[in-house]
């Protein structure tokens, strides 16, 4: 799961640097051209390549990006690559990042990208329980000890806040990489997302689950962000991007076992059989009621209003305080309506 919180310094030094790269360059990820000539284009990842672009490869082997006259590169991201700063910075189109709120906090620092799809409908990142000490609610986590990744401290505190609970009376403990405080009873709940289904094997029938979502703090997840020069200059480039990228999600959800196929193909050192429990959760949050109406990708005014809400009121912004237009787009989403409600 890529970061949450974003260092305003880090990523000014980052673009710079990455910035002058790209400028020595003469391939700047997107080529622009005639009608007919193939788009290049780079997605670049907040994290390795997993089950989240399962929708991207099964697009580029049932040729819907080729139909497009897009030739797609997948670049998987890592502990140490600023996904975002690479964007920015023109060596990538477009992006994909694990949550919504780390392109409010790229627009704060300065940073000129911008969200225009959602991939999940509904974040996945939950708090896990047990039987014997359910938490089923936020209130059943006063007087608990929550273990939780550093980089989501400020979503257990923006829980909290939604739902009135005084931060001093949940105890929060930076958490391992494994479930295995909650199995020693060092914590009551811990957390990750839902659709790893690998690691929450362990748990088996005495796990209970919060979602954030559930819960009152409503992310995006699997966001596809590119910059304010992109979104100008090469929208149609992005359309097409996103008319291919939605019939794959689609090819997903109706072809669950042979999507899967082919992203272990892809990408041999995933696990087939984790991959084949994870792929129904995965296309449950894609799709849902939301996207019947609106279609595949769809977001909303409302919810990143309360989202960029949620995150000043606790003084999360190192700049100012970004506008909905400053942190989304919803051009691509417009222009992409019918597909999109096909495939939704």
């Not at 409503?218 to 910059?227: D, G, I, P």
């Given at each position: 799961?890529?970061h949450?919180m974003?260092?305003?310094?880090?990523f000014?030094?980052?673009v710079?640097?990455?910035?002058?790269?790209?400028?020595a360059q003469?391939?700047?990820?997107v080529?622009?051209?005639?009608?007919?000539?193939v788009?290049q284009?780079?997605?670049?990842l907040?994290w390795l390549?997993?089950n989240?672009?399962?929708?991207e490869?099964?697009?580029?082997?049932?040729?819907?990006f080729?139909?497009?006259?897009v030739?797609l590169?997948?670049v998987?991201?890592?502990?140490n690559?600023d996904?975002?700063?690479?964007?920015?910075?023109?060596?990538?189109?477009?992006?994909?990042?694990s949550?919504?709120p780390?392109?409010?906090l790229?627009?704060?620092a300065?940073?000129?990208?911008?969200?225009?799809?959602a991939?999940y409908q509904?974040?996945?990142?939950?708090?896990f329980?047990?039987k014997?000490?359910?938490i089923?609610?936020?209130k059943?986590?006063?007087?608990?000890t929550?273990a939780?990744?550093?980089?989501?401290?400020?979503?257990l505190?923006?829980?909290?806040?939604?739902?009135?609970?005084?931060?001093d009376q949940?105890?929060?403990?930076n958490m391992?990489s494994d479930?295995?405080?909650?199995?020693?009873?060092?914590?009551d709940a811990?957390t990750g997302?839902?659709?790893?289904?690998n690691a929450?094997?362990?748990l088996?029938d005495?796990?209970?689950?919060?979602?954030?979502?559930?819960?009152?703090l409503?992310?995006?997840?699997?966001?596809?962000?590119?910059?304010d020069?992109?979104?100008?200059?090469?929208?149609d480039?992005?359309?097409r991007?996103?008319t291919?990228?939605?019939k794959?999600w689609?090819?997903?959800r109706?072809?669950?076992?042979e999507a899967?196929?082919m992203?272990?193909e892809?990408?041999?050192?995933l696990?087939?059989?984790?991959?084949?429990?994870?792929?129904?959760?995965?296309?449950k949050?894609?799709?849902g009621?939301?996207?019947k109406?609106f279609?595949?990708?769809?977001?909303?005014?409302?919810n990143?209003a309360a989202?960029?809400?949620?995150?000043?009121?606790?003084?999360q912004?190192?700049g100012t305080?970004?506008?909905i237009?400053?942190?989304a787009s919803?051009?691509?989403?417009?222009a992409?309506?019918?597909?999109?409600?096909?495939?939704?």
């Open positions: 799961m890529s949450f974003m260092n305003r310094r880090r000014i030094s980052n710079a640097t990455v910035g002058g790269l790209a400028a003469t391939l700047i990820g080529r622009a051209g005639l009608a007919q000539d788009a284009v780079k997605m670049q907040g390549a997993s989240g672009v399962i929708g490869v099964a697009a580029q082997k049932k040729g819907f080729e139909e497009q006259g030739a590169e997948i998987p991201g890592g502990p690559v996904g975002v700063a690479g964007v920015a910075a023109g060596q990538s189109t477009l992006g994909q990042i949550s919504s780390s392109v409010m790229a627009r704060s300065g940073i000129p990208v911008k969200a225009f799809l991939g509904k974040h996945p990142f939950t708090y329980s047990l014997k000490a359910p089923r609610e936020p059943d986590m006063i007087g608990k929550i939780t990744q550093p980089t989501a401290f400020i979503l505190r923006a829980l909290l806040a939604k739902n009135g609970i005084a931060e949940v105890t929060m403990v391992g479930m295995n405080q909650l199995l020693t009873g060092q914590a811990v997302w839902v659709t790893n289904t929450l094997s362990v088996g005495d796990r209970v689950d919060m979602m954030l979502w559930d819960a009152g409503q992310l995006y997840a699997n966001v596809y962000y590119t910059t020069e992109q979104l100008d200059k090469h929208a480039v992005l359309v991007f996103t291919a990228a939605a794959g689609g090819y997903v109706d072809h669950p076992e899967v196929d992203l272990i892809t990408y041999p050192n696990d087939k059989a984790s991959e084949l429990k994870a792929v129904g959760p995965i296309a949050f894609s799709f009621d939301s996207t109406q279609g595949w990708g769809a977001m909303n005014r409302e990143w989202q960029i809400k949620a995150y000043a009121d606790l003084k912004f190192t305080v970004p506008t237009d400053d942190v919803f051009a691509i989403l417009d992409t309506a019918d597909i999109r409600k096909q495939v939704g």
